[in-house]
């Protein structure tokens, strides 16, 4: 049996801060909709927000802090 929540959060992929509810599926986000209780965007929400499930699912994205090293030359990279 499927579990199904729905909480209420604000979106942070911008400085707006948009209300959104999220769905819950198994404890899992399946969807996200504006929040129409919300003053910032009263139930819309921007084309990055409604993309904002793919930001989380997509396989290239960090799910670690990255560690700066310096080089003898004196650049510094990044490491994974």
Known sequence: MTKTEIIHSACGLCSVGCGVLITLK??????ITGDPESP???GGL???GLASLEYLNHPDRLKHPLKRV???SGDTILIS
Do not use: L
């Open 26 to 31: 198994d404890g899992k986000p399946d969807e």
């Open 40 to 42: 910032p965007n009263r």
């Open 46 to 48: 921007c084309k990055i």
């Open 70 to 72: 310096a080089r003898k």
